[in-house]
């Protein structure tokens, strides 16, 4: 506890010795990257069963890694997860017409 106070101190020292222009904090925007849980869960109840785990598994890798800091893995992360999720719902329609349409026709 007495090492964390320290640096906390020495840290904010730091800070104060800056001009206010020159605060990381203030002069830097960082947007959270997205890692389309929802659209990986939504997935899931395509017949693509394959890809759409892989999404969900990128969407939880996404999520996990912007926790521990890494926004760029994040990122690249949440990017793969709402590919494969748009493929596998757009696959997964794609195969519900056909079957539909199979089946349709054949009375």
């Known amino acids: 506890m007495f090492l964390y106070q320290t640096i906390r101190s020495q840290y904010?020292?730091?800070m104060e010795d800056l001009p206010r222009s020159e605060h990381p904090i203030s002069t830097a925007v960082v947007t959270q990257p997205s890692n389309y849980l929802i659209l990986a869960v939504l997935s899931c109840?395509?017949?693509m069963w394959p890809i759409n785990i892989v999404a969900l598994?990128?969407?939880?890798?996404?999520?996990?890694?912007?926790q521990q800091g890494n926004v760029d893995g994040a990122r690249?992360?949440?990017?793969n997860a709402m590919m494969l999720a748009v493929f596998s719902i757009l696959g997964g329609i794609?195969?519900?017409?056909?079957?539909?349409?199979?089946n349709w026709g054949r009375e």
């Open 57 to 66: 598994t990128f969407s939880v890798m996404s999520r996990n890694s912007l």
């Open 45 to 47: 109840f395509c017949p």
């Open 94 to 102: 794609a195969i519900i017409a056909a079957a539909v349409a199979l």
């Open 76 to 79: 690249r992360l949440g990017r």
């Open 12 to 14: 904010q020292v730091q």
